[in-house]
């Protein structure tokens, strides 16, 4: 089930905070139907419809319980990924290029292939507006290479996935 814009803001509000208290990763991938606009002057807006379900239920399929995909726009869609830092999403971005756009969709009388872009963002402790900024930012220069580029926003600003993790060895070393 896609979420809407607003659940989708909440929810993403609700994993900063837990990341900051918890001192874990999040990651945000927003995702972009390169040839949406030029679907849309060839097929009926259902036929669309029946295709966004199908492309959202398989997003959906590989997707963890507590990971969250929402609609921002028309052939746009959000992932919030809690405990992922800016290169596992960069991972997933690619195994949804891979097994969810690389598959036809078919519909009751055509198939569509459709093909997408992905704009990676991390959390990092950061305004979840500003990460959903860096993310829209981050896909619109995947466009601007080719389908099924991924490009990542802020790898260079995030810190190593092992400092995340650094504090709690720390608490077991001297609690020994």
Request: glycine share 6%; net charge negative; charged share 20%.
């Amino acid at each position: 089930m896609l979420l809407n814009r607003d659940e989708l803001i909440a929810i993403l509000f609700r994993e900063t905070d837990r990341a900051q208290r918890m001192k874990t990763p999040l990651a945000v991938i927003h995702c972009g139907v390169c040839d949406w606009e030029a679907w849309r002057g060839q097929e009926e807006e259902a036929t669309l419809n029946g295709a966004l379900r199908t492309i959202a239920e398989r997003i959906t399929q590989l997707l963890r319980c507590y990971d969250s995909v929402g609609q921002v726009a028309q052939g746009e869609m959000v992932l919030v990924l809690p405990g992922c830092n800016s290169c596992n999403a960069s991972t997933m971005a690619e195994r949804l290029n891979n097994e969810v756009f690389a598959l036809p969709v078919k519909l009751e009388r055509t198939q569509i292939q459709f093909h997408a872009c992905f704009g990676v963002s991390a959390s990092t402790g950061r305004s979840p507006f500003v990460v959903l900024r860096g993310a829209e930012r981050a896909l619109h220069l995947a466009k601007a290479q080719a389908a099924g580029s991924v490009y990542c926003s802020t790898a260079e600003a995030e810190p190593d996935p092992a400092e995340f993790l650094l504090p709690v060895l720390q608490d077991k070393w001297i609690n020994s």
